[in-house]
């Protein structure tokens, strides 16, 4: 008897963007688990080659990747039509890839806003159209998740521009999913705090120092809760209930806080 999530290995592709390392490996090394063929996705060859390697000494039914860089405005389209002529057409799709800034925004380089909001929100989007009207054609039950991230009850300077582009797609993904739940299309937005992974430019040290102390938590026990939040079809899901508890306090810190926060992070801005 298959366990939830679980298919008969082989039968199904699932599509991982930001596949080459953190959360996304996470999850293709879960998908792959689980039975599915697996598509990598992300900017850089040679980490979605290791990604493919561990994959295959997972047994992993099938692995393709593609190098494609996913901040740009065709970037879906392009996606989607070259794992279309691969005979690639998943059933589960995990938009992952993320880029992080801590820098005001009058000291950002407009360059930098552009691929943030390109492929936290506007890559994302299209990729949910047209992966879930391909879902629907096809007649199956899919899965779409879309990290987005806790910053987004942080609305703390230096945070403007990444905590806004993760609240759209929190909130897009919510709507979306109601959209689609009657077409038999689960969307679930995953909104993780600290995570070990590279992302925030933190030291293998310092990585270290935060799992320990409780702060982060790894990348896999993300990708496992992510996931295990996407076979349950909830449309949001913040990783450990502690976190859930700081929210309320998150947004309504006032700025006689914040101001020697600031002062003291500021030197980490760039």
């Known amino acids: ?16 963007t930001g596949s080459g390392s953190g959360i996304g490996r996470q999850y293709a090394l879960r998908l792959a688990r689980l039975g599915y063929k697996v598509a990598l996705v992300g900017d850089k060859a040679s980490p979605l080659e290791e990604t493919a390697c ?23 389209e392009e996606l989607q039509q070259q794992l279309s002529a691969q005979g690639i057409h998943p059933d589960v799709v995990i938009n992952n890839a ?6 005001d925004i009058t000291a950002t380089p407009v360059k930098r806003i552009e691929d943030i ?14 992966y879930a009207e391909e879902m629907i054609r096809r007649g199956v039950k899919g899965h779409i998740l879309n990290m987005s991230s806790y910053s987004l009850w942080m609305p703390f300077p230096g945070m403007a521009l990444y905590s806004a582009s993760k609240a759209y797609l929190r909130q897009f993904s919510v709507c979306f999913a109601k ?10 937005a995953i909104c993780p705090a600290g995570v070990a992974t590279d992302l925030y ?18 990348a896999d026990s993300c990708a496992k809760r992510g ?3 996407l076979w349950s079809g909830k449309r949001t899901s913040v990783p450990d209930w502690w ?12 700025m006689c806080v914040i101001r020697p926060i600031r002062r003291y992070t500021m030197q980490f801005q760039k």
């Not at 009657?182 to 679930?188: M, N, S, Y």
């Not at 976190?243 to 006032?254: Q, S």
Request: glycine fraction near 8%.
């Open 1 to 16: 008897m298959l366990k939830r999530g679980e298919v008969i290995k082989g039968s199904a592709w699932a599509l991982v």
């Open 54 to 76: 561990l994959l295959e000494k997972e047994s992993c039914a099938e692995v393709r990747t593609l190098v494609l860089n996913l901040a740009r405005m065709e970037a879906a």
């Open 98 to 103: 993320g880029m992080f800034s801590f820098l």
């Open 117 to 130: 909001l390109l492929l936290h929100d506007m890559t994302n989007t299209k990729l949910c159209k047209y």
């Open 179 to 188: 959209e689609v739940k009657e077409k038999g299309i689960t969307v679930t």
């Open 201 to 218: 430019g933190l030291a293998p040290g310092l990585q270290k120092l935060g799992r320990n102390l409780g702060i982060l938590i790894t």
């Open 227 to 229: 996931l295990r939040a």
């Open 243 to 254: 976190n859930r508890l700081w929210i309320p306090l998150c947004k309504l810190l006032p």
